[in-house]
């Protein structure tokens, strides 16, 4: 069966040899060791500024809103993962939504402004399957407006944009480390701030805890446990051979399918990308249909990301946002990881070819 991802487990002996340090010092959490080795050598692989390692990557996008005192209306995209906008409602503020590039599927810059009320409080947008927003422009909307900026940077990692960490951009920037995900630690995740943000964040995500018996204000609990830093500190080693595998599937994929009535995704100018998804966009949705049947009768199991279009939950109010809704009917993301095999890349598209 070949799915969508397939999680890259590093040699179990070295998981092992970097779990038996816990076991020496029997600390399972509460920051160890691990915890505090695997930040290091995240900020310093990523060449990113405060990072603070979290239990998944949806907590850090609830602190960053809680902890950034965000209240009304956040502006936001409907073209991501539900966690995006489930995490507004979930921290009671409302998402307004800005439709998306068609090319590029981040938030249309050029469409915020005129969402922006009295009660706007922030721009949450995801830097879709790694392809940075106009990090400029938004920002440059922000500061007009006096907003603050939150990036769901989940697929971003090793992403750089203008020779910076894409995580550097917006006041707070998100990742995950889910298993599905191109660096991971089974579940797991970070938070990215500027400094100005970096005390609150951190108090958040452990409670609120200023040394055992004071408290600095509210807090939840976020904290990465030391097994789950072991699986990143196993898996960090091999990410530039990851990435490189990655790359050669991308272009076998691109070669490939260049004849197709298929559009890849458009990279914005300035980025160095990680080639994280292969998300593929059909001419119409009963043409994706097709394929993916077809594929699915070969065991071949792509997924429909992102679908449906935010906008329209069932617990958010009835809205249309047109290109998103579109696109979310058309796009479907192809098998891709490490491991996959460029005969199984040529079958899969083989397999499409026939069922256009
Ligand atoms: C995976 C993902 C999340 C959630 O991350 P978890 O680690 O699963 O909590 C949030 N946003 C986007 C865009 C994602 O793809």
């Not at 991802?5 to 590093?10: A, E, Q």
Request: hydrophobic share 40%; aromatic share 10%.
């Amino acid at each position: 069966m070949i799915n969508v991802t397939k999680t890259f487990l590093p040699p179990q002996d070295e998981y092992q040899a970097i779990l038996k340090r816990a076991w020496d010092t029997g600390w399972m959490t509460n920051r160890g060791v691990l915890v505090q080795e695997l930040e290091a050598k995240l900020k310093d692989y990523l060449d990113a500024g405060n990072i603070i390692a979290m239990t998944n990557g949806t907590l850090p996008l609830q602190i960053a809103i809680k902890a950034l005192g965000l209240t009304g209306e956040i502006i936001t995209t409907p073209f991501s993962y539900v966690a995006t906008t489930s995490i507004i409602v979930w921290e009671g503020c409302t998402p307004v939504f800005v439709d998306i590039h068609p090319e590029y599927l981040t938030i249309d810059e050029t469409k915020i402004e005129a969402a922006i009320t009295p009660n706007t409080t922030a721009i949450l947008a995801t830097h879709v399957f790694g392809n940075p927003c106009d990090v400029e422009t938004i920002q440059a909307i922000a500061d007009k407006y006096g907003l603050k900026v939150i990036y769901d940077a989940a697929h971003c990692f090793g992403v750089t944009y203008k020779g910076q960490s894409i995580f550097n951009y917006g006041d707070v920037s998100t990742c995950s480390f889910h298993a599905t995900k191109l660096f991971h630690t089974g579940e797991g995740g970070a938070l990215f701030c500027k400094s100005e943000h970096y005390d609150r964040m951190f108090y958040h995500h452990n409670f609120g805890h200023k040394g055992q018996e004071s408290f600095q204000g509210l807090g939840i609990n976020a904290k990465m446990s030391e097994p789950q830093a072991a699986m990143g500190l196993a898996v960090l080693p091999y990410m530039r051979i990851i990435l490189e595998q990655r790359k050669q599937i991308v272009a076998s994929y691109n070669e490939a399918l260049a004849g197709l009535p298929l559009k890849p995704l458009k990279l914005r100018e300035g980025t160095q990308w990680n080639y994280s998804y292969y998300p593929v966009i059909f001419e119409n949705e009963t043409q994706l249909l097709k394929a993916k049947i077809k594929l699915n009768e070969n065991n071949i199991f792509p997924r429909r990301y992102f679908y449906p279009s935010l906008n329209t939950l069932p617990y958010i109010e009835k809205n249309s946002k047109l290109i998103s809704e579109d696109i979310s009917k058309r796009i479907l993301c192809l098998p891709l990881y490490d491991s996959l095999s460029i005969e199984t890349v040529d079958r899969i598209c083989k397999l499409i070819n026939k069922s256009l």
